[in-house]
Nanobody
Framework: QVQLVESGGGLVQAGGSLRLSCAAS????????MGWFRQVPGKEREFVAT???????YYGNSVKGRFTISRVNSKSTVYLQMNSLKPEDTAVYYC?????????????????WGQGTQVTVSS
């Protein structure tokens, strides 16, 4: 059974930075594509970033140039570095994984999900 555990969320002022981590277990991590999504109450879960097994990365339009996704296979961990944070970045951030090595922005293509970590950006 795949388990994903996020950490690193919290409260930060606008313009600040946070780094989220997602530790994975239960699957060969290096060949799995991973993603980050976020959700605010009353809205659909939104794609943030994804990284494939090859290291290819893709970002949602609202975070391009501010967020960076990366992975350290030896630690079975994926990171989301968030810079220049805005109040509209406030959400619960979820780590997601899929068995395919191809990065994907589509929520339905992910089979494994973490419990989520809250990020709050104050103005």
């Amino acid at each position: 059974q795949v388990q994903l555990v996020e950490s690193g969320g919290g409260l930060v002022q606008a313009g600040g930075s946070l780094r989220l981590s997602c530790a994975a277990s239960g699957r060969t991590f290096s060949s799995a594509a991973m993603g980050w999504f976020r959700q605010v109450p009353g809205k659909e879960r939104e794609f943030v970033a994804t990284i494939g097994g090859s290291g290819a990365t893709y970002y949602g339009n609202s975070v391009k140039g501010r967020f960076t996704i990366s992975r350290v296979n030896s630690k079975s961990t994926v990171y989301l570095q968030m810079n220049s944070l805005k109040p509209e970045d406030t959400a619960v951030y979820y780590c997601a994984g899929r068995s395919s090595s191809y990065a994907s922005s589509l929520l339905d293509e992910y089979t494994d999900w973490g419990q989520g970590t809250q990020v709050t950006v104050s103005s």
